[in-house]
């Protein structure tokens, strides 16, 4: 996977983890979607400020949900990261 943004598997299960408990699991945009695709500003959610002061390289970013329960983070429109489902489930 060619993220721009390099999440680690602890940022990724606690990025997941946070957003299971405020229950942000709402798909919001399709899946299939890749790194360097643009997102509308509509489909955007911002991570809460107490989930970047634990994933500093989150400031600046927003993320979606797609329809595979994926994490799509995306900075200036444009997605850096995806956290597949399977990656982090386990």
Do not use: C, W
């Amino acid at each position: 996977m060619n993220n721009v943004l390099q999440i680690t598997a602890v940022e990724a299960k606690l990025i997941r983890e946070f957003l299971m408990k405020i229950d942000a699991f709402k798909p919001m945009v399709e899946a299939g979607h890749k790194v360097g695709d643009t997102i509308p500003e509509d489909r955007l959610l911002d991570f809460s400020a107490l989930l970047t002061q634990g994933v500093p390289k989150l400031k600046n970013t927003n993320y979606t949900i797609d329809q595979n329960g994926s994490i799509i983070i995306v900075s200036e429109n444009r997605i850096v990261a995806i956290l597949d489902f399977v990656n982090v489930a386990r």
